[in-house]
């Protein structure tokens, strides 16, 4: 097995059609069919069934492209780190990143990089914590940032901010007041949370406590922007950080009010996999999110307590 092999696979496994693979990879049809034979006859199983409209994965097929991915994904990073000068950073990367911390810090890191880092290439996916854990775990990004994450140890972490989850909502709901909440108190609220689950859990790592506010809930939503929607709407509260919704706060559209009896506080990890050797680029960018998060601690545009 090498890695044109691997390659020529993972384009066939991705296409599902052996012409649309040829195609991607620049080479004939044929030369793309020998090899994929080739490989069925070294692991001695079928990894593809032919059909007159494409190609279908066979359960061997999924676990090998699983593997590939993984492999030719390390390889083009160790390419691509070898390849650079020592004094510059260049390549693709991918940043993994809760709604939050995008509103915290994207605009100000897409600035940087295009500015101090011309020969890189950034990706931002946006998702929930949970999703953005399990993205990293299967490769589709290299770095991530997550609140609460489980321990893991595939996965090394570096803690950057604990912030304090706020009772959120109209004053209607709320009460027209900043003063601080018993949790008794915000437990019979009609309170919005994130699905249940992994993305619950990234915003309050408690289950106890989870489990006391789960049981009145009116609604659960995986989506952040629908959450924000139905806070203004004042379908219902929510317990939040401060920077989910500062601008709505500031205008006075919402009302925050701190928890307490117990207090309430999440904390946000940078993590990569542990297997993976940092590189010149991944350390740069790293670096670079840690100094902009800092940066806004620091000036009050964050409200959070820093922890690295």
Not at 99 to 106: A, D, L, P
Not at 244 to 253: C, D, F, K, M, P
Not at 284 to 295: E, F, N, P, Q, S
């Amino acid at each position: 097995m090498d890695t044109r092999q691997l390659r020529y696979f993972a384009a066939v496994f991705e296409q599902r059609n052996l012409s649309h693979a040829a195609n991607l990879c620049n080479v004939a049809q044929s030369a793309i069919s020998h090899h994929i034979a080739s490989l069925e006859d070294q692991l001695g199983v079928p990894l593809f069934q032919r059909k007159p409209r494409g190609m279908e994965p066979t359960s061997a097929g999924v676990r090998l492209y699983d593997h590939a991915r993984q492999i030719l994904h390390d390889l083009a990073v160790a390419e691509q780190d070898l390849k650079s000068l020592p004094d510059q950073v260049t390549g693709d990367i991918v940043v993994g990143m809760p709604y939050s911390t995008i509103e915290g810090i994207g605009l100000p890191l897409m600035q940087a990089v295009m500015s101090d880092y011309p020969g890189v290439r950034l990706s931002i996916v946006e998702g929930l914590s949970g999703v953005t854990f399990q993205s990293l775990l299967s490769a589709d990004v290299d770095v991530a940032l997550f609140y609460n994450p489980p321990a893991d140890g595939r996965v090394v972490f570096e803690p950057l901010v604990e912030e304090e989850i706020l009772c959120v909502g109209r004053k209607e709901i709320v009460g027209d007041t900043s003063d601080p909440i018993r949790f008794a108190e915000l437990a019979e609220l009609p309170v919005l949370l994130l699905r249940q689950g992994v993305s619950s859990r990234a915003l309050l790592d408690r289950p106890a406590l989870l489990g006391a506010l789960h049981a009145p809930v009116p609604l659960e939503l995986n989506s952040v922007n629908g959450f924000t929607k139905a806070l203004l709407a004042g379908i219902g509260c929510a317990i939040s950080p401060n920077i989910t919704v500062r601008n709505h706060i500031a205008s006075g559209e919402l009302v925050a009010r701190p928890v307490i009896e117990p207090p309430l506080k999440r904390s946000l990890s940078m993590g990569r996999m542990a297997e993976n050797l940092p590189t010149r680029l991944s350390e740069a960018i790293g670096d670079l999110i840690k100094t902009l998060v800092r940066r806004e601690v620091t000036s009050g545009a964050w409200q959070a307590k820093l922890l690295a």
